[in-house]
């Protein structure tokens, strides 16, 4: 079946410090993939995507890139800050195939001042 | 953005009881939501998928008359967890979408169940 595993957690990183959580996955038919961000206290939300091989997505400064060959997508960030603090889920989905969200189990990072 | 709600955000309850969970969209009308389920340190679990005015979806493994979902409107959808037991204790989440697009899913801040 399709899976998601992350990095486990926690991670704790000073401020401006460069920021890596692995990702890799297995899947039956060619996925999509995401990480979702979940701030303290709110809901799930898309940090970023990419739909297929070598697409990077980006955003607010986090970055990852679709590597087939590997079946990986970190999520990486040059240069975090206090407000970075949350838990991260790498996530796909199989077009044509099942069309759920599966998720990894999460890394809880926090970032010091 | 789009807000999902969730009432409560704990509970505790005793074994044998039932307990109902709500999921609201504030500011959209839902066309499917989602309920999943997390246990610590594990992934997010789907366990059903709601459309409004339809009988729910479960998947595999979930016992439908244990965990009965309602999607009474296209912004309402309750999780009711009958004859609650402490292995039913869960963090709870549900999440909409106002289309089609899978992952464009807006999720609620979950509801901790505790069963005493």
């Known amino acids: 079946g399709d899976s998601v595993t992350q990095m486990e957690g926690p991670v704790t990183l000073s401020e401006e410090a460069f920021l890596t959580i692995n990702c890799t996955y297995t899947a039956t038919g060619y996925p999509s993939l995401f990480w979702y961000v979940q701030y303290p206290g709110e809901g799930l939300q898309l940090l970023l995507k990419?739909?297929?091989?070598?697409d990077k997505g980006s955003n607010k400064g986090f970055e990852a890139t679709y590597r087939k060959e590997t079946t990986s997508f970190h999520l990486e960030k040059g240069s975090v800050q206090v407000s970075d603090s949350a838990v991260y889920f790498c996530a796909l989905v199989v077009q044509g195939g099942s069309e759920k969200l599966v998720f990894g189990k999460g890394t809880k990072l926090t970032v010091n001042p | 953005g789009a807000v999902v709600s969730q009432h409560p955000s704990r509970v505790i309850c005793k074994s044998g009881t039932s307990v109902k969970i709500e999921c609201r969209s504030l500011?959209?009308?839902?066309?499917?939501m989602f309920w999943y389920r997390q246990f610590p340190k594990q992934s997010l679990m789907l366990m059903a998928t709601s459309n409004e005015g339809s009988k729910a979806t479960y998947e595999q493994g979930v016992e439908k008359d244990k965990f009965l979902i309602n999607h009474a409107s296209l912004t309402l959808s309750t999780l009711t967890v009958t004859s609650a037991h402490p292995e039913d204790s869960s963090f709870y989440i549900c999440?909409?979408?106002?289309?089609?697009?899978?992952?464009?899913?807006?999720f609620g801040p979950g509801t901790r169940l505790t069963v005493t």
């Open positions: 999440s909409a979408i106002t289309g089609t697009t899978i992952y464009e899913q807006y």
């Open positions: 990419a739909t297929k091989a070598d």
């Open positions: 500011d959209f009308q839902a066309t499917t």
